[in-house]
């Protein structure tokens, strides 16, 4: 006979095939590794960017107060400092707002691919994606318009999500996608406006720190070696800022690919982890100088 196996083994057997034929092509069900790794590698990269801003600002604020001293001493000087200033601070809020809101949406998409198709998700899943449209608003951030990200929906591969999920990735793609674009703008306003600043403040510093000291001391100080070399390096702020831009840029693919339902993030969350790393050792580098 060609086939001795009882009729009920022999149906339990083309069963068990048949679940492994299609969980090998992908088509047995909800795949949602890819959801719940840029779920956690988006918390990851966030709370990066929240880190590399509170450090720029603080190194705005550290540098701006040095930099006081040596500029006109008179109100109109003190006033125009602290007005720029309070405007950054008020500016970056609005950022880290906007950063929290994402935050907050990638922690309800991480639920969804898990399985929680509650109410309560769905709801906090359209409020947080609705609240993405209202971005920080500054003149020199440049603005996400809804043809610079679209067709995104598109991308969405349906056999490898659940019915619940591939809805809300569809309805939802442009507008990530969007406010994942736009996180590399404000990181590039960030570089630009700091740059600008830095570049007064290096001014004087050379002058102040390295120029007169050396051409009117003879015998020059330690200080001034440390000063001679900070005038040639990059600033540390500016380096970390181009490199969560270079992360946010990577991120912008990483959503495309958990459209599609493929891809890994480990080679984001170590980008992630060495630009940590990079604000620790900056700080204890700033902390020091300070103490000197």
Same mark, same amino acid.
């Given at each position: 006979?060609?086939n001795?196996?009882p009729? #009920?083994?022999? @149906?339990?057997?083309l069963?068990?095939?048949? $679940?492994?034929?299609?969980?090998?092509?992908?088509?047995?069900?909800?795949?949602?590794?890819?959801?719940?790794?840029?779920a956690?590698?988006g918390?990851q990269?966030?709370?990066t960017?929240?880190?590399? !801003?509170?450090?720029?600002?603080?190194?705005?604020?550290?540098?701006t107060a040095d930099?006081?001293?040596?500029l006109?001493? !008179?109100?109109?000087?003190?006033?125009?400092?602290?007005?720029?200033?309070?405007?950054?601070v008020?500016?970056?809020?609005?950022?880290?707002?906007?950063?929290?809101?994402?935050?907050?949406?990638?922690?309800?998409? *991480?639920?969804?691919?898990?399985?929680?198709?509650?109410?309560?998700?769905?709801?906090?899943?359209?409020?947080?994606?609705?609240?993405?449209?209202?971005?920080? *608003?500054s003149?020199? +951030?440049?603005?996400v $318009?809804?043809?610079a990200?679209?067709?995104?929906? #598109?991308?969405? %591969?349906?056999?490898r999500?659940?019915?619940?999920?591939?809805?809300?990735?569809?309805?939802?793609?442009? $507008?990530?996608?969007?406010?994942?674009?736009?996180? &590399?703008? +404000?990181?590039?306003? &960030?570089?630009?406006?700091?740059?600008? /600043?830095?570049?007064?403040? /290096? &001014?004087?510093e050379?002058?102040?720190?390295?120029?007169?000291?050396y051409? #009117?001391?003879k015998?020059?100080?330690q %200080?001034?070696?440390?000063?001679?070399?900070? *005038? +040639?390096?990059r600033?540390?702020? +500016?380096?970390?800022?181009?490199?969560?831009?270079?992360?946010?840029?990577?991120? &912008?693919? @990483?959503?495309?690919?958990?459209? /599609?339902?493929? #891809?890994?993030?480990?080679?984001?969350?170590?980008?992630?982890?060495?630009?940590? *790393? !990079?604000?620790?050792a900056?700080?204890?580098?700033?902390?020091?100088?300070?103490?000197?």
């Amino acid at each position: 006979m060609l086939n001795s196996k009882p009729p #009920g083994l022999l @149906a339990v057997t083309l069963a068990a095939m048949l $679940t492994a034929i299609l969980t090998l092509s992908g088509c047995a069900g909800p795949t949602p590794l890819e959801t719940e790794g840029v779920a956690k590698s988006g918390r990851q990269y966030l709370n990066t960017l929240k880190k590399v !801003n509170e450090f720029a600002l603080d190194h705005t604020l550290e540098f701006t107060a040095d930099l006081l001293p040596d500029l006109p001493r !008179n109100e109109t000087t003190l006033l125009t400092q602290t007005d720029a200033m309070r405007q950054r601070v008020e500016l970056l809020n609005d950022v880290a707002a906007y950063f929290d809101v994402q935050l907050m949406y990638f922690a309800e998409l *991480d639920a969804l691919a898990k399985g929680d198709t509650s109410t309560g998700t769905a709801r906090a899943l359209r409020k947080f994606v609705e609240a993405l449209n209202k971005a920080p *608003d500054s003149p020199g +951030i440049t603005r996400v $318009t809804k043809t610079a990200v679209s067709g995104l929906a #598109g991308q969405v %591969a349906q056999w490898r999500h659940s019915k619940a999920l591939v809805k809300v990735l569809e309805r939802d793609a442009d $507008t990530v996608g969007q406010a994942l674009l736009m996180n &590399q703008y +404000i990181l590039e306003e &960030q570089i630009q406006w700091i740059t600008q /600043r830095e570049e007064l403040a /290096r &001014q004087v510093e050379y002058r102040e720190k390295v120029l007169k000291p050396y051409v #009117g001391t003879k015998k020059l100080p330690q %200080a001034w070696k440390k000063a001679w070399i900070a *005038d +040639i390096k990059r600033p540390p702020t +500016i380096e970390l800022l181009e490199q969560a831009k270079a992360a946010s840029i990577d991120m &912008q693919q @990483a959503w495309v690919n958990v459209l /599609r339902g493929q #891809g890994s993030f480990e080679h984001l969350r170590g980008t992630f982890a060495q630009i940590n *790393d !990079n604000i620790q050792a900056a700080s204890d580098t700033l902390a020091g100088e300070q103490n000197d």
